[in-house]
């Protein structure tokens, strides 16, 4: 596998970089409107008093009284504010450097890139490209749940046999989008709940989801689990059971799992499932 995992800082610089960019631009136009002057606080008795001071190097001011508190805010936050452009100046500075210095956090990654397909052959790059990365996820063998003897043979674009005609439209679209999958790869679960009415509190157990999906570009997996017949009561209530223990085991819907269901009335759409493969694996 890699030496060196996908670099995923940049696109959390570049975010990072124009909120801070934003935030800049907002308290310079802030501090350019604030009052002249500055703030001095000083106790007496144990409660603040609050001072207006103007001219240079003046240690006093003129006092604030109860009155004039608004003032007393503009001014702290006049202070406030000009220490705070500092540090955002500084910081933005910083990290455009790592940015520049680093070609946008792909430097590592465009060494292998820039070599002849001959060098490259030789070599091993620290970071795999996708298309290395998604040949060896996919290039593992498991064993998923068997078939039973009067199941009907239903057979995907891949070629590989699945449960249902909506398995079917998955995997193929799937496909079509070049997404890697593994078909009821096997994950092992516990059951954390102790009020779980099954009272099997503790145990392992292992699930076949229908699919485990990767996205190349983030090197995260998904597991994608449809429900395909939601309106049976004894089937829903089993799907709902198994969100449970997704969620208790940390696979949490709109993170690292995709949930699609049907009824009789309301098969797959090609569509939804596009937009699913479009907002979570490319």
């Not at 001014?75 to 500084?90: G, H, M, N, S, V």
Request: proline residues 5%; positive net charge.
């Amino acid at each position: 596998m890699e030496e060196l995992s996908l670099n995923q800082l940049a696109p959390l610089i570049e975010k990072r970089l124009a909120e801070l960019q934003n935030l800049l631009f907002t308290k310079k136009k802030s501090y350019e409107k604030a009052p002249q002057g500055r703030i001095r606080i000083s106790q007496n008795g144990g409660h603040p008093e609050y001072y207006l001071v103007t001219e240079r190097g003046s240690l006093r001011g003129k006092y604030l009284p109860h009155s004039q508190k608004t003032l007393a805010r503009q001014l702290a936050q006049k202070d406030y504010d000009a220490r705070l452009i500092k540090l955002l100046q500084k910081e933005i500075s910083a990290l455009q450097n790592y940015m520049k210095q680093t070609s946008n956090g792909r430097a590592i990654s465009e060494l292998y890139d820039s070599l002849c397909p001959a060098r490259r052959s030789l070599i091993t790059p620290a970071i795999l490209t996708n298309e290395q990365y998604a040949a060896r996820w996919q290039d593992i063998s498991w064993t998923g749940r068997p078939f039973a003897s009067d199941a009907p043979y239903i057979c995907t674009a891949r070629g590989e046999r699945v449960r249902s005609k909506s398995e079917v439209i998955i995997a193929d679209t799937l496909f079509r989008h070049n997404i890697p999958y593994r078909y009821e790869f096997p994950i092992t679960l516990k059951r954390i709940n102790p009020d779980d009415i099954r009272r099997d509190f503790g145990r392992s157990i292992t699930l076949y989801p229908d699919f485990l999906c990767l996205n190349t570009r983030t090197r995260t997996e998904f597991y994608w689990e449809h429900f395909g017949l939601m309106d049976s009561t004894e089937y829903s209530n089993n799907a709902a059971g198994k969100l449970r223990l997704y969620t208790e085991n940390g696979i949490l819907a709109g993170r690292n799992l995709i949930i699609t269901m049907e009824t009789q009335t309301e098969p797959p759409s090609i569509k939804a499932l596009e937009k699913l493969i479009e907002e979570f694996l490319l």
